[in-house]
């Protein structure tokens, strides 16, 4: 009679004596379900439309989100550069065959480039200000000015590529971003100075 249990890292079947360590149950069990998720929408198209349509989007957004995440998934926080350094890697190149694919046009360089570019830059200034800032007020403030910076060079980077007449949402975020990271250094430096006078 074959038994299992269970161990912190892997699932252990008693008299056949394999070992299933829980990664590999991550990555199965989130891959059944991307893979399912991708199954019905090509069902539920090809039944209403008698083509491929919109089901185009969410397929490649799930297949991109499943490589790109599947090293994060399956070896925990030590995949995590894996999954960044992809996701820097390919979101431009998935982006503009979304766009070629699908026939839409003009969405591309005018609007997903500088997002795209200043969103990756973003989340590459979030990951090294946490591994080598050990102060949170610190490190909250340079998070959310940074944020604020790129949220400015998005909005003029699209105006200059679009030519469009947009409401100046990247000015108020990034006079926003630093009045709050201004806040966060000041608190910071008080609450410094109270735990120095005990």
């Known amino acids: 009679m074959v038994r299992a249990i269970c161990a912190p890292n ?9 070992l299933i360590p829980d990664s590999h149950v991550r990555l199965w069990a989130i891959s059944v379900f991307v893979f399912i998720a991708i199954f019905v929408c090509v069902i539920c198209n090809m039944a209403i439309e008698r083509e491929m349509t919109w089901m185009v989007y969410p397929v490649c957004s799930l297949i991109f989100a ?3 995440f599947g090293p ?4 925990g926080k030590d995949g995590l550069l894996i999954s960044l350094g992809l996701l820097s890697t390919l979101i431009l190149p998935y982006l503009l065959v979304l766009e070629q694919w699908t026939h839409t046009g003009g969405w591309f360089i005018t609007i997903a480039f500088p997002i795209a570019v200043f969103s990756i830059i973003f989340i590459w200034i979030i990951y090294f ?4 800032t050990r102060n949170p007020w610190t490190a909250s403030a340079v998070i959310i000015s940074s944020g604020g910076v790129l949220s400015l060079f998005t909005y003029l980077a699209i105006i200059l590529l679009s030519e469009y007449s947009m409401f100046p949402w990247g000015w108020i975020s990034f006079g926003s971003a630093l009045g709050l990271a201004l806040l966060l250094l000041i608190a910071g430096r008080i609450r410094k100075e109270a735990n120095n006078n005990l």
């Open 10 to 18: 892997q699932f252990i079947f008693r008299g056949q004596m394999k």
């Open 66 to 68: 499943w490589g790109v």
């Open 72 to 75: 994060l998934i399956y070896r």
């Open 129 to 132: 200000t946490i591994r080598k």
